[in-house]
């Protein structure tokens, strides 16, 4: 490619990609054969796709034969637009010509010229003037319809997934195959049906019933697959742009509360940045699952993370049971979307198996309302035993220009705006408390979420990211809806190099000696310019 050349995205031909890489065609819409093995030719076939076993069937495609050109998947979403009628036209119940001048006209059945279905549409699709037939069509679809070749409306061939991506379970009690590998199979039965109708001679509607049958399900098809590859989850920017991994959170940037006098006094300090308690569950799910299985496994003696408030109540010992990781994960997910769930109490059974709320000694010394222990508690208490390992994460503003489009910090737990001082340290684990030396009991929580049951709305959540101000200029960001990506640091080895980096010069300066820290937007300053005279 010479240095002026422009890159274009042209429609695929399907019978060169066929005959380029000699894939094979799938003949045979039965998933199994009587050994319960995929069959020879079928959608499964280890003769086209590869044996389980083997990288090929990764990457080995097939293919259907349709017996006939259909339209193209974009070429109909097109003619949706265009035509109002046009599941009608390709099932043979609307006619229409083409003028000289390309004039598109809906007629009766018994004007001559008329012509209907895909055969009809073949001829007169590469003669329409879009423009001047004054159709229902923005003008990038008009262009788009405009500049096709003839060749370009239609297709014989269907490529098939390789099937590693729409494997069928063999395991299960029920053997099914996934949605994909479900719509290739109507797609292939309904061909074989127009050869088999060709070779009956069978009569013009049913063919049309046909053609029609396998348009929609071809459309289905490709809708599926741009919807699967499109936006921020999309397969694409999953696996080759590297802004979408697993564990990964999307937070639009929030200014830090106005909480002290003097930045090292404030609750986000320097190498620090605020996440939100959903974001950090996220972002260190394996992490505040294996937390939150200790903790109920724990919680019947009364010895960690809480203290029951009723004496008379005891915990069920089968309370550990009803919280395994499928529960964990899935009150994680509820907690995120939901911020009214966020203040539902942790429901256990007592030792009758009755469901009772858990209530303990140490939210009502706080003034918590009968003490009730919420999600947000739970969640609150397992990360915040998580972070104490020394965990760190990075958060990137895209387009990430330099080295100090990220950053590498310690997390500080974000929840709501109302917080309170906790010393819920005096109830972890007496094996906890000997790690953190004498002083631990007096260790606290400063910023623990003070949560009013009676009124939800009263609770403000903070659910952006709060950045410690001095990054903000090396950032390029600002507070009018910047984002950043936020991801967990999980390995050891990880977060070693991360306070490494914290503490070296690089993370204040660049190679140049230039400061890439800031104190231009630290509040207290913005406050004094603000009012003095």
Same mark, same amino acid.
């Given at each position: 490619m010479k240095a002026n050349d422009m890159m274009s995205v042209d429609l695929s031909n399907e019978n060169a990609i066929v005959l380029a890489n000699n894939l094979k065609e799938v003949k045979d819409p039965i998933y199994l054969n009587g050994k319960n093995s995929p069959t020879e030719e079928g959608l499964f076939s280890y003769e086209i796709f590869g044996n389980p076993s083997d990288p090929e069937r990764r990457f080995n495609w097939g293919y259907i034969d349709l017996g006939k050109k259909f339209l193209r998947p974009i070429v109909y979403d097109a003619m949706r637009r265009a035509f109002r009628k046009a599941e009608q036209m390709i099932a043979g119940d609307v006619f229409f010509t083409i003028t000289k001048g390309g004039v598109f006209t809906i007629v009766k059945d018994d004007v001559k010229g008329a012509m209907t279905g895909l055969q009809g549409l073949q001829h007169a699709l590469p003669l329409i003037n879009f423009e001047k037939s004054g159709l229902n069509l923005d003008n990038g679809s008009v262009k788009f319809l405009s500049e096709l070749k003839p %060749? &370009? @409306? @239609?297709?014989?061939?269907?490529?098939? *997934? =390789?099937?590693?991506?729409?494997?069928?379970?063999?395991?299960g009690d029920i053997i099914g195959a996934d949605e994909y590998s479900e719509l290739y199979k109507k797609i292939l039965s309904a061909s074989l049906s127009l050869k088999n109708n060709?070779?009956? !001679? %069978?009569?013009?509607?049913?063919?049309?019933?046909?053609? *029609?049958? /396998?348009?929609? %399900? $071809?459309? &289905?098809?490709?809708? $599926?697959?741009?919807?699967?590859?499109?936006?921020k989850k999309g397969y694409i920017k999953e696996a080759l742009l590297g802004?979408?991994?697993?564990h990964d959170s999307a937070l639009v940037l929030?200014?830090?509360?106005?909480?002290?006098?003097? =930045?090292?006094?404030?609750?986000?300090? @320097?190498?620090?940045i605020g996440v939100p308690l959903h974001a950090l569950l996220h972002q260190f799910m394996p992490f505040a699952i294996a937390e939150l299985n200790n903790m109920f496994r724990q919680i019947n003696g009364e010895r960690a993370y809480v203290q029951i408030l009723d004496n008379k109540i005891e915990i069920g010992l089968n309370t550990a049971s009803d919280f395994n990781n499928a529960a964990f994960t899935k009150l994680i997910k509820f907690f995120a979307r939901s911020i009214e769930g966020r203040l539902s109490p942790v429901v256990v059974l007592d030792k009758n198996g009755k469901k009772v709320k858990l209530q303990t000694k140490q939210l009502a010394e706080l003034g918590r309302?009968?003490? /009730?222990? %919420?999600?947000t508690d739970m969640f609150y208490m397992a990360m915040h035993q998580v972070l104490r390992t020394g965990k760190h994460v990075t958060a990137t503003r895209y387009p990430c220009e330099h080295a100090y489009s990220v950053v590498i910090a310690k997390p500080v737990i974000m929840t709501t705006q109302k917080t309170i001082k906790n010393n819920f340290f005096n109830y972890l684990p007496l094996g906890d408390i000997a790690n953190e030396g004498e002083d631990a009991p007096a260790l606290s929580i400063n910023y623990y979420p003070d949560l009013d049951l009676d009124n939800p709305e009263k609770n403000i959540w903070i659910d952006g990211l709060v950045p410690e101000f001095s990054v903000l200029d090396g950032l390029g960001?600002?507070?009018?809806?910047?984002? $950043?990506?936020?991801?967990?640091?999980?390995? !050891?080895?990880?977060?070693?190099?991360?306070?490494?980096?914290?503490?070296? =010069? $690089?993370?204040?300066?660049d190679p140049n000696g230039k400061f890439t820290r800031s104190v231009s937007k630290e509040h207290t300053i913005s406050l004094y310019m603000l009012t003095r005279d």
């Amino acid at each position: 490619m010479k240095a002026n050349d422009m890159m274009s995205v042209d429609l695929s031909n399907e019978n060169a990609i066929v005959l380029a890489n000699n894939l094979k065609e799938v003949k045979d819409p039965i998933y199994l054969n009587g050994k319960n093995s995929p069959t020879e030719e079928g959608l499964f076939s280890y003769e086209i796709f590869g044996n389980p076993s083997d990288p090929e069937r990764r990457f080995n495609w097939g293919y259907i034969d349709l017996g006939k050109k259909f339209l193209r998947p974009i070429v109909y979403d097109a003619m949706r637009r265009a035509f109002r009628k046009a599941e009608q036209m390709i099932a043979g119940d609307v006619f229409f010509t083409i003028t000289k001048g390309g004039v598109f006209t809906i007629v009766k059945d018994d004007v001559k010229g008329a012509m209907t279905g895909l055969q009809g549409l073949q001829h007169a699709l590469p003669l329409i003037n879009f423009e001047k037939s004054g159709l229902n069509l923005d003008n990038g679809s008009v262009k788009f319809l405009s500049e096709l070749k003839p %060749t &370009e @409306f @239609f297709q014989s061939k269907l490529l098939v *997934l =390789p099937a590693i991506y729409r494997e069928i379970d063999l395991e299960g009690d029920i053997i099914g195959a996934d949605e994909y590998s479900e719509l290739y199979k109507k797609i292939l039965s309904a061909s074989l049906s127009l050869k088999n109708n060709k070779a009956a !001679n %069978t009569t013009f509607m049913s063919t049309f019933r046909t053609d *029609l049958q /396998i348009t929609l %399900t $071809m459309h &289905e098809l490709f809708t $599926m697959l741009t919807s699967a590859n499109a936006k921020k989850k999309g397969y694409i920017k999953e696996a080759l742009l590297g802004k979408t991994i697993d564990h990964d959170s999307a937070l639009v940037l929030v200014a830090s509360k106005i909480d002290a006098a003097r =930045p090292d006094k404030s609750m986000i300090k @320097f190498g620090e940045i605020g996440v939100p308690l959903h974001a950090l569950l996220h972002q260190f799910m394996p992490f505040a699952i294996a937390e939150l299985n200790n903790m109920f496994r724990q919680i019947n003696g009364e010895r960690a993370y809480v203290q029951i408030l009723d004496n008379k109540i005891e915990i069920g010992l089968n309370t550990a049971s009803d919280f395994n990781n499928a529960a964990f994960t899935k009150l994680i997910k509820f907690f995120a979307r939901s911020i009214e769930g966020r203040l539902s109490p942790v429901v256990v059974l007592d030792k009758n198996g009755k469901k009772v709320k858990l209530q303990t000694k140490q939210l009502a010394e706080l003034g918590r309302k009968d003490g /009730i222990f %919420t999600l947000t508690d739970m969640f609150y208490m397992a990360m915040h035993q998580v972070l104490r390992t020394g965990k760190h994460v990075t958060a990137t503003r895209y387009p990430c220009e330099h080295a100090y489009s990220v950053v590498i910090a310690k997390p500080v737990i974000m929840t709501t705006q109302k917080t309170i001082k906790n010393n819920f340290f005096n109830y972890l684990p007496l094996g906890d408390i000997a790690n953190e030396g004498e002083d631990a009991p007096a260790l606290s929580i400063n910023y623990y979420p003070d949560l009013d049951l009676d009124n939800p709305e009263k609770n403000i959540w903070i659910d952006g990211l709060v950045p410690e101000f001095s990054v903000l200029d090396g950032l390029g960001g600002d507070y009018d809806g910047d984002m $950043m990506v936020v991801r967990g640091i999980w390995t !050891n080895e990880g977060n070693m190099d991360a306070e490494r980096i914290i503490k070296s =010069p $690089m993370y204040v300066a660049d190679p140049n000696g230039k400061f890439t820290r800031s104190v231009s937007k630290e509040h207290t300053i913005s406050l004094y310019m603000l009012t003095r005279d």
